[in-house]
């Protein structure tokens, strides 16, 4: 606790919410760890603002644009009031040096995030569109789906799919309707679903595969 006093002492800043503290695209020269309160990061995907993640106290952001010397690839706004340091690249190169457990949590944070790009690429080469969703659905089920009474839930915002698959809301709105009323799924709220049997989901996306190689689509 001292010692993050110190660290603020030196680097802090609070910040209120509302703040934006950097535009995707601008230059970046400073990184950020949040010590309190939460950042919200956003990122501009076909005019829609998508949000890439929320961050909390301990997480760090805005390192990408320092490390690579390119402009800020997402949008950073404060979302409630936050106490942070601020990094200059002299200090961030210093601190990596001097610490390998820095060094560590940059690696697993970087290698989280390109993990996260690569099941989004996988996604996007399934050509169909029905399918994609599908397999975004099932994908998530398997990995991080919890177990319940109706099947296994699964925290997803649902409704802005369409945003991260490249498919039209209209089809996205359409396949759920169908998904639902065949009983294979079911929406809890905006950002959860349950899916009911994962082994008939799978066998629905089997269809859906068939029908777009050998049917009319
Ligand atoms: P930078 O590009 O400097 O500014 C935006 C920051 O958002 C970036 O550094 C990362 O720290 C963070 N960021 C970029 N992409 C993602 C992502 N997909 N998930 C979480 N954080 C991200």
Do not use: C
Not at 5 to 17: K, M, N, T
Not at 122 to 145: K, N
Request: proline share 4%.
């Amino acid at each position: 606790m001292a010692n993050e006093e110190a660290l603020f002492q030196r680097f802090g800043r609070e910040i209120a919410a509302g703040t934006v503290l950097f535009k995707e695209g601008d230059p970046g020269r400073e990184m950020y760890v949040l010590q309190s309160g939460k950042v919200t990061l956003t990122k501009n995907v076909r005019d829609v603002e998508k949000v890439l993640a929320v961050l909390g106290p301990g997480e760090f952001f805005g390192e990408m644009a320092i490390i690579s010397n390119k402009p800020r690839s997402a949008t950073a706004t404060v979302s409630e009031t936050a106490r942070l340091l601020v990094i200059d690249p002299r200090t961030f190169e210093a601190m990596i040096r001097g610490n390998a457990e820095i060094a560590v949590r940059l690696i697993k944070k970087l290698s989280d995030r390109l993990a996260e790009a690569h099941t989004q690429i996988e996604r996007l080469l399934v050509a169909d569109p029905q399918s994609r969703v599908v397999h975004a659905m099932l994908q998530a089920a398997i990995s991080r789906g919890k177990k319940g009474p109706e099947g296994l839930l699964v925290e997803m915002p649902v409704r802005e799919l369409h945003v991260d698959l490249g498919v039209s809301e209209q089809l996205l709105l359409s396949l759920l309707e169908r998904m639902e009323r065949s009983g294979l799924v079911s929406q809890v709220g905006p950002e959860a679903l349950v899916v009911r049997d994962v082994d008939q989901l799978q066998e629905y996306l089997r269809f859906l595969e068939y029908k777009w190689k050998f049917g009319e689509g």
